[in-house]
């Protein structure tokens, strides 16, 4: 199989500890390591807030087009990485819709959007919304929603079967979150470089025609999802 060798590789990663699985619909396929071991997953948050802030939508707590963020920015553009503000700091740098500026500032005022139309923490909306309803007993909020949660691979497994069979949020609203926002945008993925266009959904990075990409070489276009500086 395919993802055995994958995590053969993982198993060889020469660091102190390492783990990982590869998930279909119907559950795990494969894995490696301990997973139950849990570590801070870094911008891996990202995601996980972006399907509480849908399921915020889908229950009419938050809509998309709410203004957010920087004048004319709405939730779309901040979870679109599309408001103009920078990686940090809350001096745009660019208007509304015009460029792809990946930011950690934006994902930490959609926490902040959340709470309030919420009434509660963002924490303990997303570990109302999504941890508990998929059983991710051991992941965890300690902080900011752009690069905070602490989780383990066992979760996470939990998490990418959600993302292939969605039961929290509708198909169609999966489907938009995969779907490229603003279309046509520029801009840098962290780590990776400047692409012509980078796609992005709402809250998850998608494939397109990059090159290089962090996700395999020979992967399908329509490949999606996210991952953290702390090796996740």
Do not use: C
């Amino acid at each position: 199989m395919p993802e055995a060798h994958v995590l053969d590789a993982l198993a060889a990663w020469p660091v102190r500890t390492a783990a990982g699985a590869v998930v279909v619909p119907t559950g795990v396929a494969e894995a490696v390591g301990p997973s139950g071991w849990q570590t801070r997953i870094a911008s891996v948050t990202k995601p996980l807030a972006a399907i509480a802030v849908l399921v915020a939508v889908e229950e009419g707590t938050l809509d998309l087009e709410a203004a957010a963020g920087p004048p004319g920015a709405t939730v779309r553009h901040l979870l679109a990485h599309a408001s103009g503000l920078p990686f940090e700091g809350a001096t745009p740098v660019a208007p509304p819709g015009r460029r792809r500026i990946y930011s950690n500032t934006g994902f930490d005022l959609l926490g902040d959007e959340l709470s309030a139309a919420a009434r509660m923490s963002a924490a303990d909306y997303l570990a109302e919304s999504v941890s508990a309803p998929l059983g991710m007993g051991s992941t965890e909020l300690r902080g900011s929603v752009a690069k905070d949660a602490w989780s383990t691979v066992e979760d996470l497994a939990r998490f990418a079967r959600e993302l292939l069979a969605p039961t929290l949020v509708a198909p169609e609203t999966l489907l938009e979150a995969v779907t490229e926002q603003f279309p046509g945008l520029a801009g840098v993925v962290p780590g990776l470089g400047s692409y012509d266009p980078n796609p992005w959904g709402l809250g998850l990075e998608l494939k397109g025609a990059k090159s290089p990409h962090w996700t395999a070489p020979s992967g399908s276009p329509r490949t999606f999802g996210h991952f953290g500086g702390a090796g996740t």
